[in-house]
């Protein structure tokens, strides 16, 4: 029986044939069964090589400044979970990363330094610590800097997912847009007001900055007026407010207060997720597939993911405010989103 199926693998190979019951297991797996680690990258360990990056090339020769967070079982291929592109962008006083555009969607979110921009279709955005910038697919977008300091934010973007699909493309500006007035994006939609003959159909916000202040005064207002969430604590997702849905088809971000004293509940959802830490200190416990759970304590400025389906819960002493991003949009429109709370 075994020599017959041996010589039957053996006669077919050559027609790049493979029988699916010896992979049918692996293939639909009960639950989820990703190939990425839990990781934290620690601001303090990270900051330096960034600046000795300074040192050693300019952001017009890089175009993009950048160290890749590489998810560490995943070396090599750019990527912090299977679908999503995280790493940490510097830019010095007085610096320009050229336009260019590419199919591919990017979020920003800031942690060091005020006054770098980047520029979306010619409108610039002022970087301020926590803001939270994107530049959606196909859009016109570079980096500047006036500030007298140096600028570092954590640009998170869908490559790994665009690359899975083959469907990348990308240009480089010849002619750059023209500039727009700063804020005039903001003043026609982000009030929660819309120009009368709007017509978007919304695939990307049409507000591209999301001032920190605004965002924290929510979280603020309802830590002390709402009940908190005992997995979440209060966490509140971005929207493009032509749809109430994601800011960019591919890419959900959120942020969230963990309160004094919290102690949350487990929870694992699909979407693996990448988190940056803005406020406070805390910890996150990460359980392994084998039932192994990590403490990972985290300050202001860390980095961590939690990958797709692995328990994860957060603690907090002092209370914290966290960022994070994830492809939930993307298990959301096609129906395999899944999420457990203990
Ligand atoms: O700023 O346009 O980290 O195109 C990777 C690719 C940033 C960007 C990245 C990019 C950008």
Known sequence: MTSLRQQLYQDMAPLHLTPLWEVLHALVPPHPVTPCLPALWKYSDLRPFLMRAGEAI?????????????????????????????????????????????????????????????????????????DFILTPNWSWHGHGSEAEEPVIWLDGLDIPMLRFFD?????????????????????????????????????????????????????AQLERNTPCDS????????INPATGGSPMPTLGAFLQLLPAGFNGRAFRQTDGAVYSVVEGEGEVLIESPDGETTAYSFGPRDHFVIPSWHLASFRSAPGSVLFSFSDRPVHEALSIHREERL
Do not use: C
């Open 167 to 219: 469907a990348g493309f990308a240009e480089t500006s010849t002619a750059t847009a023209p500039p727009r007035p700063e804020g005039v994006s903001f003043a026609r939609h982000g009030n929660n007001m819309a120009p009368v003959r709007d017509t978007r159909t919304g695939a990307s916000s049409p507000v591209f900055s999301y001032p920190y202040d605004r965002s924290r005064e929510s979280l």
């Open 231 to 238: 997995w979440d604590g209060y966490k509140l997702r971005y």
């Open 58 to 130: 300019t952001a017009a020769e890089a175009v993009r400044r950048v160290l890749i967070l590489e998810n560490p079982a995943l070396r090599g291929q750019s990527a912090v979970t299977q679908s999503l592109y995280a790493g940490l962008q510097l830019i010095l006083p007085g610096e320009v990363a050229p336009d260019h555009r590419h199919t591919q969607s990017a979020l920003r979110f800031i942690i060091e330094g005020s006054g770098a921009f980047t520029t979306v279709e010619g409108e610039r955005a002022t970087m301020h610590p926590g």
